[in-house]
């Protein structure tokens, strides 16, 4: 055990019938970076993601290439970590929801749902959409022509026999639990959504099960069925970390910190999910925070996905792609600072080639590269005599300890956009200013002492900057910290060391290697 706060987050568990896209990967960075802010700050955190692999669409799929349908899920999760490790993605577990050890769990927790009572066997007649493996409402099918509102394709009346979860019986706590916890779920609009589609609509008792399929996890008290899809991958954020064989580990994770999941399935989160878990005598999760979508200059079809490929930029329609054209560094920085995290964003070739050469090849980097490039020219790497000292601010009028609040602010409520607006917008961009206007290269021929003075307080803005930055790039934020001989060490900063200019025991000095006085560019313009 630790003394530490506990933190723990989860990412929606995503269906493995393709390969990771962008805006999958666009949820997990986002989950990233609050994982990461919190473990600077001091938290035990545990960071849980997964594939919801029990699906009719993913034997289906398997089927279509001809392969065991076991055999494909273990492929595609390799694939998906494979994505996740090239963008840094810093999770604790990743489950795989057709593991023994999951299909165990799932049977104790449904046997306890029914044994309370909250499960009964009837029947299940609806519109249902193949792609999203759930009925529609007769409403939602009136209101897009017959069709699925996500798929855009006819939806199929369907009955069948089944066992059903009484939903309806907390619509009124669930109501009470929106309005008593206001945070519960983010942003606002999705929390008011919510409680709209509850009042105006109300809730149906849901099918949980599936008759006739051969893939799946059966129910154990009555085998001929298998548990429905959303009845199992959301046990996923539980059986992870222990629920039905880790009583312990259960405990001191549970409850949840945030779910971070896409808008479309904010239903499931925030109704159906706190509903099975009170049934099972369990808590709520504390929030589920809703994220946009990442859109190519609105919504991409295949005329567009052709047209990119046309243009050379096909490298925009996969994370992989992009990684390998630019950097993971390149890939998180865009998207964080591009698209709001809480509504909807664009990718765009053109905005992501200035994006890139703006911000992080022409501030942060050049900034980085003429600190490190002049002091090594004309001071040996060396700012003699400063032990002690401490730097003058860069950045007029600037309150640090109020700065860095806002950013903190910024991150903790998911507006990360905003926070890397506020570091290059208020802090990175005025220390070039500085140094334009002290022009340090100029001013070494005339008076070495100042221009020395110049470089000595410019430094402390990448110490800064590059603490404040660690959540978003981090290997590119400890290649600068890491370029001085900064006393913390690099994996105890916090926000904290941020919040003011420090003096420190020895001269400050350059201990990253140099290949002909100069450093290797962070990030190399693009054309």
Not at 417 to 434: E, G, M, R
């Amino acid at each position: 055990m630790t003394d530490k706060p506990r933190w723990f987050q989860t990412t929606a568990i995503d269906y493995p019938n393709s390969r990771p896209h962008i805006g999958t990967a666009f949820e997990k960075l986002g989950a990233d970076v609050q994982a990461r802010y919190r473990r600077m700050e001091g938290f035990d955190v545990f960071f849980l993601m997964g594939n919801d692999e029990n699906t009719v669409k993913v034997s289906k799929r398997a089927a279509e290439l001809g392969q065991d349908t076991q055999a494909y899920c273990d492929d595609m999760a390799r694939q998906f970590r494979e994505v996740w490790a090239a963008l840094d993605i810093s999770y604790d577990t990743f489950v795989q929801t057709s593991s023994e050890r999951h299909k165990q769990c799932c049977r104790k927790f449904i046997q306890k749902v029914y044994d309370n009572g909250h499960i009964y066997k009837g029947s299940y007649e609806g519109w249902y959409c193949d792609g999203c493996e759930e009925f529609k409402s007769d409403k939602v099918r009136d209101e897009n022509a017959g069709n699925c509102p996500v798929h855009k394709r006819p939806l199929t009346r369907r009955s069948e026999p089944c066992y059903l979860f009484r939903l309806s019986a907390f619509q009124d706590r669930l109501l009470a639990h929106y309005k008593e916890n206001p945070d519960f779920i983010q942003p606002e609009s999705r929390r008011n959504e919510m409680i709209s589609l509850i009042e105006t609509e109300g809730l149906r008792d849901i099918n949980i099960s599936r008759t006739g399929e051969d893939w799946g996890i059966r129910i154990p008290f009555d085998p001929e069925f298998t548990i429905y899809v959303w009845f199992d991958a959301l046990l996923t954020y539980i059986t992870g970390i222990g629920y039905g064989d880790d009583e312990a580990t259960f405990r001191k994770h549970w409850p949840c910190d945030t779910h971070f999941i896409g808008k479309d399935i904010t239903r499931f989160h925030c109704a159906l999910w706190p509903a099975m878990l009170w049934a099972a005598g369990e808590e709520a999760p504390k929030k589920v925070f809703s994220h946009g979508f990442v859109n190519f200059e609105g919504k991409i079809g295949k005329s567009r996905e052709e047209e990119l490929r046309a243009r050379g930029l096909d490298y925009l329609l996969e994370p992989m792609l992009i990684i390998q054209r630019f950097s993971a560094e390149a890939f998180r920085y865009y998207f964080m600072r591009e698209c709001p995290y809480p509504s909807d964003g664009e990718i765009s070739p053109e905005r992501f080639m200035e994006v890139y050469n703006s911000e992080l090849a022409n501030n942060l980097g050049n900034l980085f590269s003429r600190e490190m490039t002049i002091t090594w020219k004309n001071f040996g790497g060396v700012f003699d005599g400063t032990a002690g000292q401490v730097p003058d601010p860069v950045v007029p009028g600037l309150n640090l300890e109020l700065f860095v609040g806002e950013v903190r602010e910024h991150i903790e409520a998911c507006r990360y956009h905003l926070a890397l607006q506020k570091i290059v917008q208020d802090f990175l961009t005025p220390t070039n200013q500085y140094l334009e206007a002290n022009a340090p290269w100029k001013l070494v021929k005339t008076d070495k002492d100042a221009a020395k003075k110049v470089l000595f307080n410019a430094v402390q803005s990448l110490r800064i900057a590059s603490i404040l930055l660690k959540p978003f790039i981090p290997k590119s934020a400890e290649t600068i910290y890491t370029s001085f001989n900064f006393p913390t060490p690099w994996a105890e900063v916090k926000y904290a060391d941020a919040t003011a200019l420090k003096a420190q025991p020895d001269d400050l000095r350059v201990t990253a290697e140099l290949v002909d006085g100069k450093v290797k560019p962070l990030f190399p313009r693009i054309g």
